[in-house]
């Protein structure tokens, strides 16, 4: 009799795998299907001008697939995604604009892209001051129609630089854009070459140099709910299991890409949420892409958009995602294209 009871649990386990198994190969097939091997991005006509404030007309933004040219094009891009940020977007872009109108010469041109990622505040009102003040070839204002999320919105802003190098900057000001020099020294280090002075060389090279605040862990540590650092150890387990292995901070929102590295890592990019950084780390490394992490200085500033639970659960998703669809061939690699 116990004997039987063994033989049949045995065949019960063995059914339930071979369900298991049928299962997921299903879910493979499907998921396979279903989507899209390369990201289908669809732009607006308003989204593809912007609107310059001196000559009052609608002009069409340039793409990143142009070839950089010294006749029109600048040194560095800086790219911006806000949404609802009127309250934080001014101290910021005072910082950086007056770094950089500083640095103006004959060895250093740049613009800001500030993509509003379908803002219903004040944000566009606010960033038209700047673009009048400066003018359109130093100030530019994306408008997107719709949220997209983070990443959506970086992606559109990347798609539309004219810089040799593009620097993504998050519209709170967390990080102090003065450690935009240390960036360019690691950059530098990683080319060989100094991209205020050879340009167009640095436009076909590749590497990404991420702003890291992993020094600041156990700071942050001590300020956080014990529930908080576990979703924040959770997620970092994630990213290290299943995507990006040897950067310690992935989601710093400060990073320098040379213009090649940016064009070729955002056309594989799917994901448009706040997890896109893992995904553009991801591919970098798949295609052999040179990445440096650098300390930078970071301060926590209120208001931050996401919400504490439901933002890491979606985080960690999109990350096994990430893995799950380049692994099944579901997304396609930039550089392995046929």
């Keep these: 009799m116990f004997s039987n009871v063994n033989l049949s649990i045995y065949e019960l386990f063995c059914n339930g795998m071979l369900g298991l198994f049928f299962l997921f190969i299903t879910c493979c097939v499907y998921v396979y299907l279903t989507s899209s091997r390369v990201p289908i ?48 977007l001014p101290p910021m872009l005072d910082e950086c604009l007056v770094m950089l109108h500083n640095r103006l010469g004959l060895h250093f041109r740049y613009e800001v892209i500030v993509v509003s990622d379908g803002s219903n505040d004040h944000t566009v009102d606010i960033s038209r001051i700047y673009a009048q003040k400066y003018g359109s070839r130093r100030f530019r204002i994306m408008e997107l129609v719709a949220n997209r999320g983070k990443g959506g919105a970086v992606r559109l802003g990347i798609q539309s630089a004219r810089g040799a190098v593009l620097l993504l900057a998050d519209a709170d000001g967390a990080t102090r854009f003065e450690d935009l020099l240390i960036l360019e020294r690691h950059l530098k280090s990683l080319i060989g070459v100094d991209y205020r002075l050879h ?23 001590a300020t956080r709910s014990y529930f908080r650092t576990l979703l924040m150890y959770g997620f970092h387990c994630m990213v290290w299991l299943f995507a990006v292995r040897g950067i310690r901070d992935t989601q710093c929102g400060f990073k320098l890409l040379t213009r090649a590295a940016a064009r070729i890592c955002f056309a594989s990019l799917h994901v448009e949420g706040w997890a896109f950084d893992v995904e553009m780390l991801y591919i970098a490394q798949k295609l052999k892409i040179p990445v440096s992490e650098v300390a930078v200085n970071w301060t926590e500033i209120k208001g931050s958009k996401i919400i504490p639970v439901f933002s890491w659960i979606q985080m960690g998703k999109d990350v096994f995602m990430i893995w799950f669809k380049y692994r099944i061939g579901a997304w396609t690699l930039y550089g392995e294209r046929d």
């Design 41 to 88: 991005v669809y732009v607006s006509d308003e989204e593809r001008h912007f609107y310059d404030p001196r000559t009052k007309k609608r002009c069409l933004f340039p793409s990143i697939n142009d070839q950089w040219s010294d006749e029109r094009d600048v040194h560095l891009s800086v790219i911006i995604p806000a949404f609802n940020e009127e309250h934080r």
């Design 199 to 221: 340009p167009d060389i640095v436009a076909r090279k590749v590497a990404i140099v991420c702003g890291s605040r992993a020094h600041l862990e156990k700071r942050a540590k």
